[in-house]
C-alpha cells in the first residue's frame, strides 16, 4: 500500500528556516516526478514545489522562488525528499503535503494523501 509520510513542520518566527522532509513508500518515490503542496487555513491546496525523478529538473510556485528549496534523497533514499524553506514568512502557515505527480507539467497528485505536517510562522 501506498504511504507518504510527512515531516519536519513546526512554529518559527518570521525570518526563520524549517525543514521538510517526505518518505515514500514502494516505488512511487523513484518512478514518478515528486511534489510539496500546501494548504492554507480555509484554503485550497497548492502545489509549492516539484523534483523529477533524477533530481536535475526542479520548479516553484512564484511565492516562494528563491526562499524554498526542493531535494531528492542521496542513492540510499531514494524514496526521500526535502524541502528546506528560508526566510519564512506569516503567510507560508499552512499543512504541508508531499505526493507523487502525473508529470512536470501535469501536476495531478497519484497517491492518497498522507497526513501532513503543519508549518506555523508567527510575526
Known amino acids: 500500500q501506498v504511504q507518504l509520510v510527512e515531516s519536519g513542520g513546526g512554529s518559527v518566527p518570521a525570518g526563520g528556516s524549517l525543514r521538510l522532509t517526505c518518505s515514500a513508500s514502494?516505488?512511487?518515490?523513484?518512478?514518478?516526478?515528486l511534489a510539496w503542496f500546501r494548504q492554507p487555513p480555509g484554503q485550497d491546496r497548492e502545489l509549492v514545489a516539484l523534483?523529477?525523478?533524477?533530481?536535475?529538473?526542479?520548479?516553484?510556485a512564484d511565492s516562494v522562488k528563491g526562499r524554498f528549496s526542493i531535494s531528492r534523497g542521496d542513492a540510499k533514499n531514494k524514496n526521500t525528499i526535502y524541502l528546506q524553506m528560508n526566510e519564512l514568512k506569516p503567510e507560508d502557515t499552512a499543512a504541508y503535503y508531499c505526493?507523487?505527480?502525473?508529470?512536470?507539467?501535469?501536476?495531478?497528485?497519484?497517491?492518497?494523501w498522507g497526513q501532513g505536517t503543519q508549518v506555523t510562522v508567527s510575526s
Open positions: 523534483i523529477s525523478r533524477s533530481g536535475s529538473i526542479t520548479d516553484y
Open positions: 514502494g516505488e512511487l518515490g523513484i518512478t514518478y516526478t
Open positions: 505526493n507523487a505527480i502525473e508529470a512536470i507539467r501535469d501536476p495531478r497528485p497519484i497517491a492518497p
